[in-house]
């Protein structure tokens, strides 16, 4: 498998995962808060760079703004799995939000980008883990592909 389809396969991944996110808030009415909305925007972000890389003459590029993404997902993920850890520690209404939801994308695509919930709500178990959960076994395999792709020797 060359580099270009492993991309765009990552980037279709990350897709569906959005399509995932956008059901459950639509379909199963789990608000998102704001540390979801962040990892929306990640995932995103590794589309687009998986994108840029499928279509350049240097996948790596793409490979490795992926990875950035990524590896930030991760870390917002992990600051989403310690306020599940810790009750009584919120993210709640606060500047952040506040902030996230003045962001133009969050203005214009309110249904994709708008923080309505709390991030100690995110505990309803799909399959055994919480969003929040799920989010970071995602994380953690894209970040993988991606540096696969970085390492690997073909293109």
Not at 132 to 146: G, H, K, N, R
Request: glycine share 8%; proline share 5%; charged share 10%.
């Amino acid at each position: 498998m060359n580099s270009r389809s492993i991309l765009l396969s990552t980037a279709a991944v990350c897709l569906l995962l959005i399509g995932a996110a956008l059901y459950l808030q639509h379909v199963k009415d789990m608000l998102p808060c704001p540390l979801c909305v962040i990892q929306r925007y990640l995932f995103l972000a590794i589309a687009t760079g998986c994108l840029v890389g499928a279509f350049a003459r240097k996948p790596k590029v793409g490979a490795a703004l992926g990875l950035a993404a990524a590896v930030g997902g991760l870390g917002v993920v992990g600051k989403h799995l310690y306020v599940l850890a810790h009750p009584g520690f919120s993210c709640g209404i606060d500047p952040v939000e506040t902030a996230l939801n003045k962001i133009p994308t969050a203005t214009y695509l309110p249904w994709l980008f708008q923080a309505d919930g709390l991030c100690e709500n995110a505990t309803d178990a799909i399959v055994g883990l919480s969003v929040p959960q799920w989010s970071a076994v995602w994380f953690v395999i894209l970040a993988a592909t991606m540096l696969w792709v970085l390492l690997r020797r073909r293109a």
